[in-house]
T-cell receptor, first 113, second 117 residues
Framework: AQSVTQPDIHITVSEGASLELRCNYS??????LFWYVQSPGQGLQLLLK??????LVQGIKGFEAEFKRSQSSFNLRKPSVHWSDAAEYFC???????????FGTGTRLLVSP | GAVVSQHPSRVICKSGTSVKIECRSL??????MFWYRQFPKQSLMLMAT?????????EQGVEKDKFLINHASLTLSTLTVTSAHPEDSSFYIC?????????????FGQGTRLTVV
């Protein structure tokens, strides 16, 4: 069965600094991988996804993620964090695209002035 | 992206009562809807998948008689927690997809925090 690990529960980054959120997955076949963001009181918003092809995926809001099969990782990055990026971030793996997603426990991003 | 509205956002109910949570797709027809549950500091766990016109498919360990799912129309799915108990207190979130294929994006509602007292 597939699983997702987000080792960092909280991360604090200074505004303007770079960000990397870690995600490791376990899945036997080629995974479908996702990053979602959730702001307080709001639903999950898709930041980016990887289905196949180029392993460096560009998403919305300036985020990108790199799929590394050898490390079973799909880390999320942003070169310069804005205060509005403070939120909860979830990594997920899908056995069949968007169907039946398995989520990590989330990483809460705090942005300091 | 498409809009999925979930109602209520918060609900408190007494132990033994039932509570209904609605998930609506506002600007598209949702062929498939998903219900997730999230315990504090844990992952979102898929509870069930419902396709319009057929019965919901429940994940292993989810009591179908406890969590009744009705995909009443192409824009509405409901989750009823029957005879709720404090251990049912959780964050419930739905997502809706306009297709049955895996590549069709599923959009999430804002979630419902259920507290059973």
């Amino acid at each position: 069965a597939q699983s997702v690990t987000q080792p960092d529960i909280h991360i604090t980054v200074s505004e303007g600094a770079s960000l990397e959120l870690r995600c490791n997955y376990s899945y036997g076949a080629t995974p479908y991988l996702f990053w979602y963001v959730q702001s307080p009181g709001q639903g999950l918003q898709l930041l980016l996804k990887y289905f196949s092809g180029d392993t460096l995926v560009q998403g919305i809001k300036g985020f990108e993620a790199e799929f590394k099969r050898s490390q079973s990782s799909f880390n999320l990055r942003k070169p310069s964090v804005h205060w509005s990026d403070a939120a909860e971030y979830f990594c997920a793996v899908g056995a069949g695209g968007f169907q039946k997603l398995v989520f990590g426990t989330g990483t809460r991003l705090l942005v300091s002035p | 992206g498409a809009v999925v509205s979930q109602h209520p956002s918060r609900v408190i109910c007494k132990s033994g009562t039932s509570v209904k949570i609605e998930c609506r797709s506002l600007d598209f027809q949702a062929t498939t809807m998903f219900w997730y549950r999230q315990f504090p500091k844990q992952s979102l766990m898929l509870m069930a998948t419902s396709n319009e016109g057929s019965k919901a498919t429940y994940e292993q360990g989810v009591e179908k008689d406890k969590f009744l799912i009705n995909h009443a129309s192409l824009t509405l799915s409901t989750l009823t927690v029957t005879s709720a108990h404090p251990e049912d207190s959780s964050f419930y979130i739905c997502s809706a997809s306009g297709g049955r294929g895996g590549n069709t994006e599923a959009f999430f509602g804002q979630g419902t925090r259920l507290t059973v007292v």
